[in-house]
């Protein structure tokens, strides 16, 4: 039992995840709303749907570090065309399947309605000291590559992996409805005190009434294709022209007919007459069939385009999901020649490159960071490649973390403006915590009498 213990503690060392941190938090929501508006980049169009979305996700932490996980599936109502900025040039279409208004189209055509990007608001409340509510605080929740959508029932879950994002950006603080801009993140201490909350709640955001600010307040980034909706209505309304334009020329033809007949009773050539007009009207048929049909080839060949460019970036999107990569300790710095210069970046252990190569030094990842050296000095790097301590011309040698500190070496010129009463060694070296603060004196090089000018930092 001893020895369990013991193994236990070692672990625990050796990952540096705080006990507080291992805790994790989930949730669901199931909601019917319209989506934010999106120009589909075609004549002004934009476009909306009415959707029952079904939210699962996920908070937990992994070396001391936040993951954030979430599947979705959805069903869709209805699909809204907006033309222009006038609310009454808006069409609402629904599925033929599920209604017999003229207004419909085949459920292949909404299930062809693709999200590119979705992110939902989840709203948090913790208590303070003196167990008052804190509310406005909010935590931001991907949803990754969402799948086609369902007719009467939810289509299948989304295609997603964990991220982790950084402490200082996982929850936003202000009020949800009114996040417009670039969200207002809390600060990395304050974020670990939320996330290890013993009554942190989580919910998603209540909206108020009013289809468009709903979706402002659960919705923080949307972006979908409606290309091939609008593709089928283009297609839709170009069938309606030409049936119009047979109808109005049969009509015509046969008014005329009828006119020519009833003032040439006794004329022989009354049929010829007859003959001549439906071969002019014929022809300006054929004139006014052909005008439309090249223009909606013009239109479909624009729709095409733009259809192949939102490929392009769901293509994106996916690959961007594809290259998450979870807080690890087997990274491991490999050497590489670019653009004529060797340098450091970090890869896993199926040789898979998670940090791009890029820093003239680099040593190996210990507790979460590992060092590394740039033109601007030493610096300490996460998982991911993001600066946790900057790095800084001064320190000329930095070590790896062990038991939450690492031994930095530091040039005497920068020890001169410390008036020591005397010049130096050529460095000094002390230890930091893993926000970059000394918290040791000064280690004096042998032989060194100097005065330890670095004193001891809280």
Not at 73 to 87: F, L, N
Not at 221 to 228: G, I, L, R, V, W
Not at 338 to 343: A, D, H, K, L, M
Not at 402 to 415: C, M, R
Request: hydrophobic letters at 35%.
């Amino acid at each position: 039992m001893k020895n369990t213990f013991y193994i236990l503690i070692v672990i625990c060392s050796l990952l540096y995840v705080p006990i507080s941190l291992a805790k994790e938090h989930s949730g669901s929501f199931t909601r019917r709303i319209t989506t934010p508006l999106v120009d589909v980049g075609y004549n002004n169009v934009k476009a909306e749907a009415d959707v029952t979305m079904r939210v699962n996700w996920k908070l937990w932490t992994l070396l001391g570090e936040p993951l954030v996980d979430s599947r979705v599936q959805w069903e869709i109502h209805k699909v809204s065309i907006k033309q222009g900025d006038s609310v009454t040039q808006t069409t609402t279409y629904h599925p033929c399947e599920t209604t017999n208004m003229n207004s419909c189209l085949p459920a292949s055509v909404f299930q062809s309605v693709d999200i590119i990007q979705a992110a939902v608001k989840i709203q948090t409340t913790v208590f303070n000291a003196k167990h008052a509510s804190r509310a406005g605080l909010g935590m931001i929740v991907d949803l990754g590559i969402v799948s086609k959508p369902g007719i009467g029932e939810f289509g299948s879950s989304s295609f997603n992996i964990p991220i982790s994002p950084n402490w200082n950006e996982l929850f936003i603080d202000g009020y949800l409805g009114s996040v417009s801009k670039e969200p207002n993140y809390v600060g990395l201490q304050r974020a670990q005190k939320i996330f290890s909350s013993d009554v942190l709640k989580f919910k998603d955001a209540k909206c108020h009434n009013g289809a468009q600010y709903a979706a402002k307040c659960l919705f923080y980034k949307f972006d979908a294709n409606f290309m091939s909706f609008v593709k089928a209505i283009v297609e839709k309304e170009q069938k309606n022209k030409l049936a119009k334009l047979k109808k109005s020329n049969d009509k015509r033809q046969k008014d005329e007919n009828k006119t020519i007949r009833s003032n040439t009773q006794d004329d022989i050539f009354a049929e010829f007459e007859v003959e001549m007009l439906q071969s002019k009207n014929k022809s300006q048929l054929r004139k006014s069939q052909d005008n439309v049909l090249r223009k909606h080839k013009r239109e479909i060949k624009r729709i095409n385009e733009i259809y192949k460019d939102n490929l392009v970036r769901k293509e994106d999107r996916y690959n961007e999901i594809a290259a998450r990569t979870l807080p690890s300790i087997d990274l491991e710095p490999f050497q590489k020649k670019v653009n004529g210069e060797w340098v450091y970046g970090y890869r896993n252990g199926d040789k898979k490159v998670v940090i791009q190569p890029k820093f003239l030094k680099a040593g190996e990842f210990s507790e979460g960071l590992a060092p590394v050296r740039t033109k601007r000095g030493y610096g300490y790097i996460d998982f991911k490649g993001n600066w946790i301590i900057a790095p800084q011309k001064n320190v000329w040698a930095a070590y790896s973390f062990s038991e939450g500190k690492a031994l930095v070496k530091i040039d005497y010129k920068s020890l001169e403006s410390l008036r020591c009463g005397h010049r130096p060694y050529r460095y000094k070296s002390y230890y930091i915590n893993k926000k970059g603060k000394r918290i040791s004196e000064a280690v004096s090089k042998k032989g060194d009498n100097s005065t330890i000018c670095l004193q001891k930092e809280y």
